[in-house]
């Protein structure tokens, strides 16, 4: 199930800067139709530390409702006791496994992040994703600790790693073996990380170019490795200006929009991007063939 590129959806809102439970349904299916293998809610891309716990309740209980493809959750809080509280809700609701980052607020040692994930594994009947994203958290998780959280939590079940260290990520598909999923965090690692043995991506363009992302995928597994070049370097093109060049959620969300999929303004404190980074956002999306 945990193979094929995922899509890290948005969180649309309407303009009281509240969830657009409709826009959201026709984003599921939308993604759905451009051929992408699953959907994760609650990623970074959604906004998630900018939701109530509520609020992320009713964001996954929509996604479920309305998806035929499988669903990853985030269930990334700062606490222990606030991640299983999470997790625990969200499983209640069907979900087919979760994602977990670190606390991003305290830096964890390598033993407190080790302590976290076991209580969390031990406390959850379900399966887990661990989430890597220096970008944010501010840290690597170790690869030793996540081998040994592997070894030792038969439902530690991958890694999604968001570092762009294709070292890394090499070496954690040598360290694992196929037992164990490794994900591709980042758009620009995508074609290289597979062919080094990792198992799909969950990546912030395919909220942008879902269908490039999925042709992508498929030219990969037809061994079709002169197209599938060819669509990473222009899946590359995208990444660098809509997740690279501008604030992140900003960007997407402008990039969707500039698609007529109005997903609504990032929730404050981010803004809305500037007038002339539209326009280059505009001109990226027409190289690529997205508009």
Known sequence: MLRGVFVPHVTPFDEREEVNEELLRWLVHRFEEAGLNGLVSLGSNGEFPYLSFEEKIDVVRIVREES??????????????????????????????????????????????????????????????????????????????????????????????????????????????????????????????????????????????????????????????????ELQLKVNLVNEVVVKKYSQISAIKAAMGLRGWNVGRPRLPSRPLEKEAVEDIKKTLAEVGAL
């Open 68 to 229: 035929s493809l499988p669903v990853i959750a985030g269930a990334t809080e700062n606490s222990t006791k606030e991640t299983i509280r999470l997790g625990k809700a969200l499983l209640d609701l069907g979900v087919d496994v979760l994602l977990i980052g670190p606390p991003y607020y305290f830096k964890p040692s390598p033993e407190e992040l080790y302590t976290h994930y076991s209580r969390i594994a031990d406390s959850l009947d379900g399966r887990i994703l661990l989430y890597n994203v220096p970008k944010f958290a501010g840290i690597n998780i170790p690869l030793d600790v996540i081998e040994r959280l592997a070894e030792e939590h038969s439902n530690i079940v991958g890694v999604k790693d968001s570092s762009a260290n294709m070292g890394r990520i090499t070496e954690l598909v040598r360290r694992m073996g196929d037992k164990f999923t490794v994900l591709a965090g980042t758009a620009d690692v995508m074609y290289p990380s597979w062919v080094m043995g990792a198992h799909g991506a969950i990546v912030a363009v395919a909220n942008v170019v879902p269908e490039l992302c999925a042709e992508l995928y498929g030219a990969y597994t037809e061994g079709n490795h002169d197209k599938a070049r």
